[in-house]
């Protein structure tokens, strides 16, 4: 037995032992972990829930299959699709949950060494995490360019395209315009890479609103070190989360699992008192 390795890190699989270890000061590198779950709350639909989530409600796009409408062999041939999409959920008219406060509030307590969210919505950025803690794996709606020489493109020109339900076409060879959200068929951005080993540096991970389907974020939590504590608060349990000695589960809608933690913690005033100045 290797006896430099934790045997046990939570006094069991509770969130009073999971408020315990926090409480102790022994969790300072919190890698959070989180999807479309956390925004549904503010308004912005997931992708998979049944009925309610983006993919069962694209019919009247007429895709040949919903996934396409973020498909970059679509994209080329068909762009309008995305564009009637990109109307309704263009950042600026979503405010971010208490979910998006309880993320800051680790950063404000020097316990947030990375945020990796599959989101596009910026909604963590807006709730006051910083940049340089949050790793954009599937891009965001942050920067555009033309998908066939890169040229950037203006913000101000996107946004008018937007509203209107038009297509921006490139200033140069006009070719397509899009969005630097990571479309099925391309790269993830260089900072994923870079940053993905961290999870094995945590000494806590959250996955937070994620049904963990898609590679390669879904083989993040795989990084995790044995014995390191991990919570899931999701609607439904995903990526294996719950079998190890240290996993503690909130299943159950996320605004309400951050509330529960946060006053296991003696968190919630100043929580709630954050979130409200959002
Ligand atoms: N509270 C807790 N869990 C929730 C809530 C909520 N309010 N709402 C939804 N969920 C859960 C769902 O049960 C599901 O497990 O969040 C998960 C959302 O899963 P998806 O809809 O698949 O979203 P996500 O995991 O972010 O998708 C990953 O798929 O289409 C691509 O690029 C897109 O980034 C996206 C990726």
New binding site residues.
């Given amino acids: 037995i290797d006896e430099s390795a934790p045997s046990r890190t939570l006094a069991g699989r509770t969130l009073d032992a999971l408020a315990e270890y926090i409480k102790s000061g022994k969790a300072k590198k919190v890698v959070v972990m989180t999807?479309?779950?956390?925004s549904?709350?503010a308004g912005i639909p997931?992708?998979?829930?049944p009925d309610t989530?983006l993919y069962a409600n694209l019919a009247r796009l007429n895709l040949p299959y919903a996934?396409a409408v973020?498909d970059i062999s679509y994209f080329r041939k068909n762009p309008e699709p995305f564009y009637t999409l990109a109307h309704e959920l263009y950042p600026g008219k979503y405010r971010p949950t208490i979910t998006h406060s309880f993320i800051r509030l680790l950063h404000d307590k020097g316990m947030l060494l990375k945020h990796f969210t599959?989101?596009?919505d910026c909604l963590d950025r807006e709730a006051g995490v910083p940049g340089d803690k949050i790793v954009e794996a599937?891009g965001s709606f942050a920067r555009q360019s033309c998908i066939e020489c890169s040229m950037p493109y203006p913000e101000d020109e996107i946004k008018k395209h937007i509203e209107a339900k038009s297509i921006p076409r490139c200033e140069s060879c006009k070719g397509l315009v899009k969005p630097e959200i990571?479309f099925f068929g391309e790269q993830l951005p260089a900072d994923f890479f870079k940053h993905r080993m961290l999870p094995a540096e945590a000494d806590l991970v959250i996955v937070?609103?994620?049904?963990?389907?898609?590679q390669p974020?879904a083989s993040l939590p795989s990084m995790i070190r044995e014995h390191t504590p991990r919570l899931l608060?999701?609607?439904?349990r995903?990526g294996g989360i719950g079998s190890g000695s240290d996993d503690v589960l909130l299943i159950?809608?996320?605004?309400a699992?951050v509330r529960q933690l946060a006053e296991a913690c003696g968190w919630l005033d100043e929580l709630e008192s954050l979130w409200a100045q959002t």
Avoid: M, P, W, Y
């Fill in positions: 999807g479309a779950g956390i549904t709350s997931d992708f998979r829930s989530g996934e973020f599959q989101n596009i599937h990571v937070l609103g994620t049904s963990l389907t898609v974020f608060i999701n609607k439904e995903v159950g809608d996320c605004d699992g």
